[in-house]
């Protein structure tokens, strides 16, 4: 068991006939990924690692039985790759594209929303099941299969915490990037609940930064609703205070999104707190001692 | 990947350009929202000339600098303001020679103050009551939103944090735009006169689709005046655009100010690198904002201070990483440099050979400390090895912050 992605998962590349698209399609498939196609419109017929590619989503989910795409279309077309693949009823959509408009994602959020498909992303580094299903550009060798879930909206932080874990012994039952651009398709509690509801999944381990108000809401999911042992990083904490454009950002937080006012709810929360990034596997281990 | 610690204590991870006030307006009047008339001025001749052409009997002269709180800041070493209310073109010459050149200190900007190199003469206008407004995208609710206050004038983040019930907030769908209901709604909240609500109607409007229309980050009026006839101008504008969204506003580009910016940032920002100098003394290079962010938190906790902020981004190639490495040594203040890469997109041969490339073309005059993993790791490693570069090889994060910090020597207090 795990979340979103498993051994089963078929999955086409959009955008695949480009450099990294090319390149990280190759990767998934050394990986064990059932890569299955891939999408550019106007190089149907074309192979490429040889995968089949099609000219549009809708005929390579009819032909190949696609259930997840991952997306490198660049980011002035990636708002509308998103809205194709859910058009075409994909369930699982991984929008890796980084610098999308802001404004193109919230033309694209509603839709996502009111269709069956889950939209991860974008600017993220993808989701991965160790030892089943790699989608995105996280590097596979630094997971191992196991029980602990690992979600973030920073990619390399992602690997870095994964890695600790693995030295630790604590393998992973999936990994999920969330994405840093301010609107994304996932947010950390969406994930908690699967990660929740997974039985494969022992504990849970999270990392936020400064900003916004994502971690606080989190942390109010996990005090009512996570039995399992949780622990968390946010980056940021010594970012100093810079100059100020304007004011709207606290305002819609309200005064939250300092590190102090996240760590406070996270520790109010029973959420392990990792003391600096080198403690985040540490914390990890110390949340599931505690619990046990 | 973009990140600007520009929101006071918050901060806004994706990049946005800034613009002054004078243009923000004009933008705003094409675009049909009421603002007053005004001119730019460079020099005190051309401000007293502005204040006679406008023909009003007060004006306001006003400093334009990338910052707010300008009317309750002061010029350094002076009493001068950043906003002051002129009432002959003689005060408009005086108050513009106290300004420009000068350096305007709020804050906003922090104790080192900015430059003041052009002033805005605004036609003055005959205030009822002062109001908030701004638009902006809600996280939470996925969306633009409008929001608005009767608290105008004040510090908005005290208004947010001590009377939250005072912020009034409408989100709109970026392409049915806000509804005139909405725009009622607020109007009424705001306990506007039934007689204005015509005009709050068309001015929340069209704030909001300019907002949309041109990629906007960030649009905010304060105050919003209520005028004694009636209508509502906006007295103040700040505005902020999506960097990722440029590309299809070309004539936006334009009104970029570099004067204003950092010079290692712009240069930073031409090579597509995220750059935010710091006043330490450990240079970092990392590879994605938020472990850029950690790697500065690291380094602190084993008692460091970090020179910059530096995320190299996904895509970077061997240029683009050179450069990186030449902005960091430009800062006199570097006593050693910190690598940190965790290779995804990024793959560790790239850096590696860059970081070859660099030490032959740029030359290192401070100690290197790297650290790599990640995407093609081993091959990455054996470059470096196979270079003969001086370079202080980390693994894992705690040897690398350790190190760096040693090589770099004990922080000046």
């Known amino acids: ?292 | 990947m973009g990140y600007l610690p520009r929101l006071g204590s918050q901060f806004s991870r994706e990049a946005v350009m800034k613009i002054h006030e004078f243009q923000a307006k004009d933008l705003l009047r094409t675009a049909g929202v009421p603002v007053l008339a005004g001119r730019v001025a460079r020099t005190p001749d051309e401000a007293a000339a502005a204040f006679t052409a406008l023909g009003t009997p007060v004006c306001a002269v006003k400093a334009q600098i990338h910052a707010g709180g300008r009317g309750k800041g002061k010029v350094r070493g002076s009493e001068q303001r950043g906003v002051e209310l002129a009432k002959t073109a003689d005060d408009a010459r005086r108050i513009a020679e106290g300004l420009l050149a000068k350096t305007l200190v709020t804050i906003q900007t922090g104790p080192e103050g900015q430059v003041v190199r052009q002033v805005f003469v605004e036609s003055g206008c005959a205030i009822d009551r002062e109001l908030y407004c701004a638009v902006l995208v809600d996280r939470r609710v996925g969306s633009p939103v409008l929001i608005a206050s009767t608290a105008g004038g004040m510090d908005i983040e005290e208004v947010a944090a001590k009377t939250p019930e005072l912020i009034l907030s409408e989100p709109f769908d970026p392409d049915r735009g806000l509804g005139g209901w909405q725009a009622r709604l607020l109007a009424s909240k705001l306990g506007l006169p039934t007689a204005s609500w015509r005009h709050a109607e068309t001015f929340f409007k069209k704030l909001c689709a300019a907002f949309v229309s041109l990629d906007a980050s960030l649009l905010e009026i304060n105050p919003l005046v209520l005028a004694k006839d009636g209508t509502l101008v906006a007295l103040d504008a700040k505005m902020t655009f999506d960097d990722n969204a440029l590309f299809r506003h070309k004539d936006l580009a334009a009104l970029r100010d570099e004067a204003e910016e950092e010079p290692a940032e712009i240069r930073a920002a031409a090579a597509g690198l995220s750059y935010v100098k710091l006043n330490g003394t450990i240079g970092c290079l990392v590879n994605g904002a938020g472990l850029a962010m950690s790697t500065m938190d690291l380094v602190k906790h084993h008692g460091g201070e970090p020179a910059n902020f530096l995320d190299v981004g996904g895509g970077a190639d061997v240029n683009q990483v050179t450069e990186a490495f030449r902005i960091i040594l430009s800062d006199t203040n570097v006593k050693a440099i910190l690598v940190n890469i965790f290779g995804g997109i990024m793959r560790c041969t790239t850096i590696a050979t860059a970081l070859v490339e660099a030490s032959k073309t740029v030359g290192f005059t401070v100690p290197l400390v790297v650290r790599l993993e990640g995407t093609e790791v081993e091959e990455g490693k054996k470059i470096l090895a196979a270079s003969g570069a001086k370079i202080i090889t980390a693994d894992g994060l705690t040897d690398a912050a350790k190190k760096v910090v040693a090589a770099a020597g004990k922080p000046e207090a």
């Not at chain 1, 074309?46 to 997840?68: K, M, Q, S």
């Not at chain 1, 304007?246 to 029973?270: C, F, N, Q, R, V």
């Open chain 1, 1 to 292: 068991m795990s979340i979103l992605v498993n051994r089963d998962t078929r999955v086409i590349c959009q955008g695949i006939t480009g450099k990294v698209g090319e390149f990280h399609t190759r990767g998934c498939l050394d990986y064990g990924t059932r890569m299955v196609g891939g999408v550019t419109p106007g190089k149907g017929g074309e192979t490429v690692a040889g995968l089949p590619v099609f000219n549009t989503v809708a005929e390579a989910r009819d032909a190949t039985g696609a259930n997840a795409t991952m997306i490198f279309v660049p980011p002035a077309f990636a708002a509308d790759a998103i809205l194709e693949a859910v058009g075409a009823g994909v369930e699982l959509v991984i929008a890796i594209t980084e610098g999308i408009p802001v404004m193109d994602m919230a033309r694209v959020l509603p839709v996502v929303q009111a269709s069956q498909s889950r939209l991860i992303g974008p600017n993220c580094p993808g989701v991965i099941t160790p030892g089943e299903c790699k989608i995105g550009i996280m590097p596979g060798y630094i997971h191992t299969p196991g029980h602990v879930g690992v979600m973030s909206r920073s990619g390399t932080l992602t690997y870095e915490a994964v890695w600790q874990l693995t030295q630790l012994g604590h393998g992973q039952s999936t990994c999920v990037g969330l994405g840093g651009d301010p609107l994304v398709g996932s947010s950390f509690i969406d994930i908690l609940e699967l990660f929740q509801n997974d039985p494969d999944t022992h504990a849970i381990l999270m990392m936020g930064e400064i900003g916004g108000s994502a971690e606080e809401e989190a942390a109010a999911y996990v005090k009512a609703h996570v039995t399992k042992p949780c622990a968390a990083f946010i980056a940021g904490r010594t970012a100093p205070p810079g100059k100020r454009m304007g004011h709207a950002g606290a305002i819609i937080s309200g005064g939250k999104g300092t590190a102090e006012a996240k760590l406070a709810a996270l520790a109010d929360a029973g959420i392990e707190i990792a003391e600096s990034p080198a403690d985040m596997g540490s914390a990890l281990v110390r949340a599931i001692k505690r619990h046990s």
